[in-house]
Every structure is written in C-alpha cells, then in structure tokens.
C-alpha cells in the first residue's frame, strides 16, 4: 500500500509518519503528481491530513477515487492520532 499524506509541503516538512509521501490536496497539481507517483490504478492508498476535524483527508479521497483509483481508504484519525499514540515520525526543520 501507499501512505498519502496531503497536507501542504510545508507541513510534510516538519513532521510526518515514515514511508508517507505528500501528495498536497490544496495545491494546484495533486491530479499530476498523483499520476507521477501511482502507476497502478488498484494500489491500495491510504490517505491521511492532520486529524478528524479536517476535510482534506476525505477530498482527497473523491478526487482520486474520480480519478479512477479503486482501493482508496482514508485513515481519518491522521497525524493528531499518530502523534497521540507515540508512534515512530520523521521530523525536519
């Protein structure tokens, strides 16, 4: 599977969950990169933003699911939940 994390890249920078890649839903582009960095149409993705009280998380979902992506999950508890439950980050500056 794929981790998404879609926060902006600034964001990405500072903290994020190891193995994630930033696929920006705010940003003009997510469409291309999106396409750039998923070859395969039935990867499992698993989308995160900062936590449950965001929509980011659930945009991305539609859109890459318009997009044509089948197996599309979100992991609605998102970095707040990570963070929460002490788990392993990467951290920058």
Known sequence: FMLINVLRPDSFAKVHIPMSVNIPIRLDGFDEKAADLIKDKNTNLV???SGPSWSSGGDAVGRLEELGYKNVFEYNGGLADWLKARKPV???E
């Open 47 to 49: 989308v995160h933003c």
């Open 90 to 92: 990467i951290r920058g």
